[in-house]
């Protein structure tokens, strides 16, 4: 789970899962897909997913959010196959796809040689064989600034064709966009910019109905050292980015889906991945000292899951998911407290929300099952860790019961780790109050339910703050709300990256970070 986070912090995730390929179709969400993964190793056995387990040479990660249009600028040679035809790059030409473009067009038997070269990309036929066009152009001033030169030197009209959307490959460049193109750099390692972020490896781009697939076909270790410093903060402790170095490997080979298109995404559906800017040579340096280590149970690599803070104490899954798989139980997480020590990581961790119940009847969880106006929630049963794992919501018109990590979806929580109280309708009478207390007052879900003037003063009595010299009374009502105070981020299952952090502030290497989250594991080096 991806969070809001301070500028230049990292992202605070909580890993989730995608089901095997046989479930795939039946995942909608990243909560759901775990639950679909244990459910899977809960009815066929853990260790039944047993594969050749040697380690892949390259990761397949589906790009997400990219657009219904693509820019590549390869940092080094490159061969580009359209549709099954290869062109070759030299550094510093581009690949743009989709992307709307106007070409000039004039005669063929009017182009002389200079002319050809002006165009941005380079010639191509248009439509009508007796014409060239060049382009494509993406800036119109550029394109009518070659339009006089054209018309100024060799005497030759010129027409602007329609926009359209365009693929462009280096000199070559075509108004017919390619149901599959591929970018191979000559380096496997040399990074190749897509829309601006640079990525390592090479692209599988396929046109879909709302855009494009695009899959990054990228080196394991150079995969794996984007995640961790996505994943984690690169300044944290060594010990702790092993960890995560091995979680990620784990939770990646896992998997490995061949007969699909891709092997895994980019967001919080998966494992955060963004390319090389979340490398460095820390995150580099945690992958290439954990090299091929895997954490596995009944000779299979686990499920590895992890979240950002568990708040003092993991989840087992049964409790979360419904599902029970030995190696992810409920363990202490002391090490979670070092989270206060940065503002980001304190939000995390210790955390309140109140919520009117007027709003909440709202929420899709409830308006959904047509429960109606919302009056009440308990909790029915809380986990031995303390988190709840039946809570009761009371509608006009129905009931819903929430289990286990329903809380926090339902809700829209940090963690499922809350204490509930419903607060009943409140008043409160501020007499020559500042206007900041009025705006506090409101941010907390308080309404101004009247407001008048006293007569006026020539001086204020103490502690009474005067308008334009008069005393403003104000009477604040909070409807009935449900307030809920509560600590952790994310499903709790697994590894706490909080608490790989403490473990690894106390002295603890990063394989003792790993048995303790994930009970009853054995870490086994792969080639």
Known sequence: MISPREAGAPVRPTAASRPTARLRSLAVAAAGGVALVLALLATTGVGAQQRDL????????????????????PQGPATVVVDGRARDLVAGQRILVGQSARFLAFPVQAAAPWALEIGIDGPARAAEPNLVQLGPYLDLAV???????????????????????????????????????????????????????????????????????????????????????????????????????????????????????????????????????????????????????????????????????????????????????????????????????????????????????????????????????????????RTPAGRPLRVLVVGAAGEVELFGDDVRTALGLPSAFVELELSPVSSLELIGAAPRRFGVLLDEGHRLASLRRSIAFATAPPDIELVNGAVHVAVFERPPALVLTGRGFGHGLGMSQWGAQGMALAGHTYDEILTHYYTGIELRVLS
Not at 54 to 73: F, K, Q, S, W, Y
């Open 54 to 73: 040697a380690l892949p040479e390259v990761i397949r990660v589906l790009l997400g959010d990219v657009g219904d249009t693509l820019a590549l600028e």
């Open 143 to 381: 394109l009518e600034r070659h339009r006089r030169l054209i018309r100024a030197e060799a005497g030759v009209g010129t027409r602007i064709l329609p926009s359209r959307p365009t693929l462009a490959v280096g000199d070559w460049a075509t108004f017919e966009l390619p149901e599959r193109l591929d970018v191979r750099p000559a380096e496997a390692h040399a990074a190749t910019r897509l829309n601006g972020t640079p990525y390592r490896g090479g692209f599988d781009i396929r046109r879909v109905d709302q855009g494009f697939l695009v899959v990054n076909h990228v080196g394991l270790s150079d995969y794996l050292a984007s995640v961790v410093g996505a994943e984690m903060p690169r300044s944290w402790e060594i010990e702790a980015l092993k960890a995560q170095a091995v979680a990620a490997r784990t939770y990646a080979i896992q998997h490995l889906q061949p007969e699909e298109i891709y092997d895994i995404c980019d967001n919080q559906n998966c494992q955060a991945y963004a390319g090389t800017r979340s490398e460095s040579e820390r995150t580099q340096a945690a992958v290439a000292a954990t090299a091929g280590v895997v954490a596995m149970f009944n000779g299979a690599p686990i499920e590895a899951l992890y979240s950002a803070n568990a708040g003092d104490v993991t989840e087992s899954s049964e409790h979360v998911w419904g599902t029970p798989v030995p190696y992810l139980r409920s363990v202490p997480s002391p090490g979670d407290a070092v989270a206060l020590t940065v503002s980001w990581g304190a939000e995390g961790y210790r955390w309140s929300r109140t919520i009117p119940l007027s709003e909440l009847a709202d929420y899709r969880a409830f308006r959904n099952r047509g429960v109606g106006a919302i009056v009440d929630l308990r909790v029915l049963e």
